[in-house]
């Protein structure tokens, strides 16, 4: 596959492609998710009522469409972003996350290639601020990020790190994707507390009942396995602080988890 096919050789038979986010409170990263998103034939996103700038940044950029939507869960979401696309190839990003020019021309030619698949992977570098993490759990993450939308829904039982299920064959991109997810200690702990809250959600409807293997044993588990198993210790510094704040969201999905089932 030639990645640097250019637009014009493929115009005469275009596929065109819908972009899609969904945020919440990203003033900080919409801008720049939408500058990279410049090629797309439409860009959509679904907002669950910022209180800070998100909205208004989002409106003022060039072919945009902003849809306010009540949040219920991340599945959930994603779905009705994806019921408002026009355009069947569909790209659909995290504000967090930032495309190459390699990444963008590779998207090009894979969405007008005729033996395509239904959806593709897509690597992720994670930066953690603005230095790239190597290890600690994170050196073969992967994600589907392009995909035909009527081959793709989001699974409903997973309402957070929400699975795509895909009728078809899923392939994989080669130039990676840049996940700018930790920009400062407070702001992961916090993102954290909330993926552990929501797990906690499906541990309940698993009908899972919380003991002193999942409040202690399972959090220093993950820890130690990021750490030492998937290399963390290689990561320094950061690898204790990732590693430590991947094991503190499992402590609080099932500390969580205690105080739903006593209120149940």
């Not at 907002?47 to 700038?53: A, I, R």
């Not at 759990?137 to 035909?148: A, P, S, V």
Request: positive net charge; glycine residues 4%; proline residues 2%.
């Amino acid at each position: 596959m030639t990645i640097n096919r250019s637009r014009d050789e493929i115009s005469s038979n275009k596929t065109f492609l819908s972009a899609l986010i969904i945020t919440y409170n990203e003033e900080h990263n919409i801008k720049n998710v939408l500058n990279d998103l410049d090629f797309a034939d439409e860009i959509i996103v679904v907002d669950s009522f910022s209180t800070d700038k998100t909205v208004a940044i989002a409106a003022d950029h060039k072919n945009v469409k902003v849809v306010q939507h009540p949040f219920e869960n991340y599945p959930s979401q994603r779905n009705y972003a994806i019921s408002l696309a026009t355009h069947s190839w569909i790209l659909f990003l995290d504000a967090d996350e930032r495309l190459t020019a390699e990444l963008k021309e590779e998207i090009i030619e894979t969405i007008h290639d005729k033996n395509s698949f239904s959806a593709y992977y897509c690597c992720r570098t994670f930066m953690f601020k603005n230095i790239k993490l190597h290890f600690s759990g994170w050196q073969t993450d992967k994600i589907i990020r392009l995909f035909k939308k009527e081959k793709a829904q989001y699974d409903l039982g997973k309402i957070v790190h929400e699975k795509l299920t895909v009728t078809g064959k899923i392939g994989k991109l080669k130039n990676e994707l840049i996940h700018y997810s930790f920009r400062s200690y407070n702001e992961y702990r916090q993102k954290m507390s909330v993926y552990g809250k929501l797990k906690a959600i499906e541990e309940l409807n698993k009908g899972t009942k919380p003991t002193f293997f999942h409040f202690y044993v399972r959090p220093v588990y993950q820890f130690l396995y990021q750490y030492v198993i998937r290399m963390g210790i290689l990561d320094g510094k950061k690898g204790i602080v990732i590693c430590y704040l991947n094991a503190y969201s499992v402590y609080v999905r099932f500390q969580e988890l205690k105080r739903l089932r006593l209120n149940d």
